[in-house]
Nanobody, 124 residues
C-alpha cells in the first residue's frame, strides 16, 4: 500500500496557475504509474492525467490537454500537476493516485491507492 499526501490546492482567479504536489511513501515509488483525478460537486470522479514510472509517457484528458502538465521526481517520491490557464470548470477536489504497475490507465478502478484530496477553486 502507498500513502499519498496532496498539497498545493487553493483559490485562484480564472487564467491563473496552481501547482499540486503529491508525496508518496510505503513502496518503491519509481516502480509504478501515478495519476491525478478530480471530482466536482454533483459530478462523477474523472481522469485528469497520468504518468509512467519513468516519466517518459504521459496521458491527459482532452479537457486539460495543453494547460496541465504532469511530472514526477522519483528521487523525491513526488508527483506534480502544474495547472495553467485555469478555468472555473476546473474547480474540483483533486486526488493523487498510484497504480501497481508501470501501465497508465484512465479508469479510477485501476488505481488502488488514493490521497485524501486537495480543493482547487477557480473564480470567474
Amino acid at each position: 500500500q502507498v500513502q499519498l499526501v496532496e498539497s498545493g490546492g487553493g483559490l485562484v482567479q480564472a487564467g491563473g496557475s496552481l501547482r499540486l504536489s503529491c508525496a508518496a511513501s510505503g513502496r518503491t515509488f519509481s516502480s509504478y504509474a501515478m495519476g491525478w483525478f478530480r471530482q466536482a460537486p454533483g459530478k462523477e470522479r474523472e481522469f485528469v492525467a497520468a504518468i509512467s514510472w519513468s516519466g517518459g509517457v504521459t496521458d491527459y484528458a482532452d479537457s486539460v490537454k495543453g494547460r496541465f502538465t504532469i511530472s514526477r521526481d522519483n528521487a523525491k517520491n513526488t508527483v506534480y500537476l502544474q495547472m495553467d490557464s485555469l478555468k472555473p470548470e476546473d474547480t474540483a477536489v483533486y486526488y493523487c493516485v498510484a497504480g501497481t504497475t508501470s501501465h497508465l490507465d484512465r479508469a479510477p478502478d485501476f488505481y488502488p491507492d488514493w490521497g485524501q484530496g486537495t480543493q482547487v477553486t477557480v473564480s470567474s
